[in-house]
């Protein structure tokens, strides 16, 4: 009886260098706040992995946690089962350390710092950081829309695989993403980007590098403007949000749309952009300032232009 010969079957597959790779199969996301976990909910729908950095194990765990309640209101409205919901929180992980993206394809900034001195000095300092442990060709982007990406990937080695990536993730369904060619993005970053967005299901807005982009600059003028309709006393704050909803079709009126993203955030952009142009259409209205003086930021603190349930939703004007 002959001997039989038993070879490894290793060999005969493709070697662990070729074997062909998933264009992205890991996506960092650095800063979880509300943005962060909007972010990291989209992308796990996907079915990517997703590695998220915070400060902290706490606010990891109240990451996770405003997630969870998220996803649990979309299976309330019918939007989602239950074990969708299971597979997208198996997809998303909290890490404290910049060494939990290694291996990542992307990694996005979406952090939150309150001057504009600390908002690019903490930015740069996040980019630095990741740059310390992704590999060469992983491509590090940021959210922000009022600081261009050229002056945050300045410092950098690898300056080129940089990009701004603004998730417009304050708008129900938004069907686009505003992708940003920096100074120095190369492509091959650029085309690679472009193709993350269309798997997340999105429309590329190809966007030349310009403070506020274009959502952010025609939403604080559309505000101010309608500020100013208010204070002449031309219409109602919800006859002016009802005219540009019914009348021109936008899911949400000025006003309200300025309570779902953040009345303290739309004034930080609109100091950016003023302090960028110069240009006095960019001053926040008196209106905007007395509100966030007042810490009357919207849904997020239950008032602001109009006053919010608990539950997040407009209480109805008797």
């Excluded at 062909?20 to 990291?40: D, E, M």
């Excluded at 299971?86 to 290694?102: F, N």
């Excluded at 002016?240 to 006003?255: S, V």
Aim: aromatic share 6%.
């Amino acid at each position: 009886m002959s001997e039989v010969i038993v070879e490894p079957i290793e060999k005969y597959g493709l070697s662990k260098k070729n074997r062909p790779k998933q264009l992205f199969s890991k996506v960092g996301v650095v800063g979880c706040g509300t943005v962060g976990q909007s972010i990291a909910m989209l992308i796990s729908q996907k079915e990517l992995e997703v590695a998220f950095i915070e400060l902290s194990e706490e606010k990891i765990n109240y990451a996770l946690c405003k997630i969870e309640e998220e996803l649990d209101n979309m299976i309330e409205h019918w939007g989602m089962t239950s074990g969708e919901k299971r597979a997208i929180l198996s997809r998303i992980h909290g890490y404290v350390g910049y060494e939990h993206l290694k291996g990542c394809d992307l990694v996005i900034e979406s952090i939150r710092s309150k001057t504009r001195e600390r908002r690019i000095s903490c930015r740069k300092e996040v980019f630095k950081n990741v740059e310390k442990y992704v590999d060469p060709e992983c491509i590090i982007a940021t959210n922000s829309t009022t600081i261009v990406i050229t002056e945050l990937s300045s410092e950098l080695e690898h300056k080129e695989r940089c990009v701004s990536l603004h998730f417009l993730t304050n708008v129900a369904n938004a069907k686009m993403i505003e992708v940003v060619r920096g100074l120095y993005t190369s492509d091959e970053a650029y085309d690679r980007v472009c193709k993350f967005v269309k798997m997340l299901g999105k429309e590329v807005i190809q966007v030349q590098e310009s403070p506020g982009l274009i959502s952010v600059r025609i939403l604080v003028a559309l505000l101010n403007e309608a500020c100013e309709v208010l204070m002449e006393r031309v219409g109602s704050m919800e006859d002016i949000d009802k005219t540009m909803r019914i009348g021109l079709g936008l899911t949400l009126g000025p006003f309200e749309t300025a309570d779902k993203i953040g009345l303290d955030k739309v004034m930080r952009w609109m100091e950016n952009l003023y302090n960028e142009f110069g240009d006095k259409k960019y001053i926040a209205s008196p209106i905007i300032k007395r509100l966030v003086r007042a810490n009357q930021l919207g849904r997020i603190t239950g008032k602001g232009f109009y006053k919010y349930e608990e539950s997040g939703n407009k209480v109805p004007n008797l």
